[in-house]
């Protein structure tokens, strides 16, 4: 296999893990625990591209949760930070979101396809620069605006965040077209 194929494989194997955010949050349980958040994804997605040979690190940046289940109107802000990685191939820092597996292009998330060279799309729109290590405090969540984040709304909104996920996976399995003679 030539190293844009080991890319790309390792890339499928990760994006393809279940996304949830009441997964693993670390890469060494990742597999293993068979489901995890951009934290656990982009971190094995960095360590498997390092154990390759690259330079890779870590990116973040500001976004807003999209607008289902309906339980994100609990919250008091939309906003997150998500988490994905970046890999110096042929000299250019190129973004690789592994986020999303693809059952969840059913519910209009972005699910990503790499080529092994160029960017891939983000799991979710920046809103705002990307942020490096050493590039001066993380982004933080309405850090701006002074909101307290209610933790029983926001434990809520996870419970049905990954409760709506579920379900889209069951109704993309249910609505895929079939193979075999009939």
């Not at 049905?160 to 075999?180: D, K, Q």
């Amino acid at each position: 296999m030539d190293a844009c194929a080991e890319r790309i494989a390792l890339f499928l194997a990760v994006r393809d893990v279940p996304y949830a955010t009441d997964g693993a949050h670390d890469a060494e349980t990742l597999m293993a625990f068979g489901r995890g958040d951009c934290l656990a994804k982009s971190a094995y997605l960095i360590e498997g591209l390092r154990a390759l040979g690259y330079q890779v690190r870590r990116v973040r940046w500001l976004y807003y949760l999209p607008d289902r289940p309906a339980e994100v109107r609990l919250l008091p802000s939309r906003e997150d930070v998500h988490s994905a990685a970046e890999a110096l191939i042929d000299g250019r820092w190129t973004l690789v979101d592994a986020t999303h597996d693809p059952p969840l292009a059913a519910a209009g998330l972005a699910v990503a396809a790499w080529d092994g060279i160029t960017d891939t799309v983000p799991a979710y729109e920046p809103r705002g620069p990307l942020w490096r290590a050493g590039d001066g405090p993380a982004p933080v969540p309405n850090a701006d605006s002074g909101e307290i984040v209610d933790a029983e709304g926001g434990g809520r909104y996870q419970q049905a965040f990954n409760r709506w996920l579920r379900e889209v996976r069951a109704g993309a399995a249910t609505n895929a077209p079939r193979s075999g003679a009939g």
